[in-house]
């Protein structure tokens, strides 16, 4: 079965600069959730889209910004990095059902220097 | 704000059963969740149930909730090695939100 696609798996970076995430939900799920781990922590959730259009918000700094495309997939950009955004981070995607299970992409991990 | 608490660290011999035990805080909580995730991996889906039942099996799985006590946990039989890994649990509020509130996890060593 098709699952959540995301790239890059891993990404190294330095301080002040930009990245971008990018996120592909299972086909026919139209909610897409991102999700931050950081070392030895639980998931904490950042943002989420329904339609194209932001569903909820979480702990997201000012210097991320997300979307959702027409396509449905999602892309986490990521500005001014800074070493404490160093993690694992995780797009999930649902389908419109009464359950809104959500399933997990391998995660794209992120090291800033 | 909701929490989930776990405890971090269970330690089983092969064959015998795992109980790892979660609690929330949510009382709105319509649907709580059980992941696995291995180390440097993504997150596994196990099993989940919603907040009107009281036990749901699934195969070697067996989840338990305690809606009085916010209370869930989630048995592994005849655990494997392979089952070593770390175990969230996650709640998903009601209304209009759908984030998931996810546990501290529960670091789960099965000795052969």
């Known amino acids: 079965a098709a699952g959540v696609i995301q790239s890059p798996r891993h990404l190294i970076k330095e301080k002040r600069e930009t990245a971008t995430l990018k996120c592909y939900p299972i086909?026919?799920?139209?909610?897409v959730y991102w999700y931050q781990q950081g070392p030895g922590q639980d998931p904490q959730f950042l943002i989420s889209?329904?339609?194209?259009?932001?569903?909820d918000k979480g702990s997201i700094p000012d210097r991320f910004s997300a979307q959702q495309f027409s396509d449905y997939h999602s892309e986490l950009n990521m500005s001014s990095l800074e070493l404490g955004d160093s993690a694992l981070y995780f797009c999930?995607?649902?389908?419109?059902?009464?359950?809104?299970?959500?399933?997990f992409g391998p995660g794209t991990r992120l090291t800033v220097l | 704000g909701e929490d989930v608490e776990q405890s971090l660290f269970l330690s089983v011999r092969e064959g015998d059963s795992s109980v790892i035990n979660c609690t929330y805080t949510?009382?709105?909580?319509?649907?709580l969740y059980w992941y696995k995730q291995e180390p440097g991996a993504g997150l596994q889906l196990l099993t989940y149930?919603?907040?009107?039942?009281d036990m749901k099996q699934d195969q070697r799985l067996t989840v338990l909730l305690n809606k009085k006590d916010k209370h869930l946990s989630l048995r592994i039989a005849d655990t494997q090695t392979g089952d070593s890994a770390i175990y969230f649990c996650?709640?998903?509020?009601?209304?209009?939100?759908?984030?998931?509130?996810f546990g501290t996890g529960t670091l789960l060593a099965v000795q052969p």
């Open positions: 999930a995607s649902s389908p419109d059902s009464s359950t809104d299970t959500q399933y």
């Open positions: 086909p026919r799920h139209d909610t």
């Open positions: 889209f329904y339609e194209k259009m932001q569903s």
């Open positions: 949510d009382s709105s909580s319509t649907y």
């Open positions: 149930i919603f907040s009107n039942m």
């Open positions: 996650a709640s998903k509020g009601g209304g209009a939100t759908n984030k998931l509130i």
